[in-house]
Nanobody
Framework: QVQLMESGGGSVQSGESLRLSCVASGSPSLYMGWFRRAPGKEREWVATLTRGGLSTYADPVKGRFTISRDNAKNTLYLQMNSLAPADTALYYC???????????WGQGTQVTVSS
């Protein structure tokens, strides 16, 4: 079992930055990631960080977002820079214990970017 709790969302202006946090408890994850769901759209993958430290990003956020973790704090981060209105969404943290899919999800934290 894994419990995930996100925080750090908020309302910002276009061009500003936010850092999301996700505190994880329970079994060690094989990899963790961030997803988002914009109003009226399907949930989309944002970024993944493997246990070995390999990070991958969706094209819309490459160069602007950085996924990282602090193992001592069991916390996953998403640093979001140069935010745009298109980044407005509910952001979710997710964890996978084995290959093939995401097993656990957080409740989400809202990010709203105004122009």
């Amino acid at each position: 079992q894994v419990q995930l709790m996100e925080s750090g969302g908020g309302s910002v202006q276009s061009g500003e930055s936010l850092r999301l946090s996700c505190v994880a408890s329970g079994s060690p994850s094989l990899y963790m990631g961030w997803f988002r769901r914009a109003p009226g759209k399907e949930r989309e993958w944002v970024a993944t960080l493997t246990r070995g430290g390999l990070s991958t990003y969706a094209d819309p956020v490459k160069g602007r977002f950085t996924i990282s973790r602090d193992n001592a704090k069991n916390t996953l981060y998403l640093q979001m820079n140069s935010l745009a209105p298109a980044d407005t969404a509910l952001y979710y943290c997710a964890a996978a214990l084995q290959p093939g899919g995401w097993n656990y999800w957080g409740q989400g934290t809202q990010v709203t970017v105004s122009s």
